[in-house]
């Protein structure tokens, strides 16, 4: 069974500049996540996803991030100007149901913005 | 307000002897537990975890103890190997809502 795919793995910008990041989930997971993992820290929910709906975002720095899973597969995370606090892991996870149960992770995005 | 906090960024074994591993949290809400390992440039895989209605949960060398009324978890690896060396990660949940995480402890095995 596959993983959790992201891409893309490493990403240089400069402040202000535009990424974007994507994810799909294991296969006929329901439910997908994206964390923010700054450097020395565990990993921070940005934002939840049950099917194609929003089930928790209350974390996503939303004047600059928007997060979106288009047919309840494939996600994709976006950063809109990019800071410099920005620079961080940021990882996608799948699990088949919703809530605190088995999460299963992607490698990651690391994000350095200069 | 961290919610789960790991106290220890660092703790070195050696091979063979036994790793513990501590975790504390402050939500008495949180029902929920679980242990992640994560090697560099990889995301966290999943290790072990516990329901509250249990204290002990045992899964080959690792095992994880939950003490309620300290707010306190630990796991424990035995014997400690060297593949075992990886930042481990402790997560909390009330079930059916987010995971949240310690900042990790780096384990080292050496030979």
Redesign the interface.
Known sequence: EAG?A?SPRYKIIEKRQSVAFWCNPISGHATL?WYQQIL??????LI?FQNNGVV?DSQLPKDRFSAERLKGVDSTLKIQPAKLEDSAVY?C?SSPK???????????TRLLVL | DQQ?K?NS?SLSVQEGRISILNCDYTNSMFD?F?W?KKYP??????LI?ISSIKDKNEDGRFTVFLNKSAKHLSLHIVPSQPGDSAVY?C??????????????TRLMVKP
């Open positions: 959790v992201q996540y020395g820290q565990g990993p921070k929910l939840q928790d990882l996870a919703t809530g605190g149960e088995t999460q299963y992770f992607g490698p990651g | 789960v790991q960024p929920y679980l992640y440039a990889e995301g966290p895989t999943f975890s990660f997560a909390a949940s009330v079930t059916g809502n987010m995971l949240t995480f310690g900042g990790g």
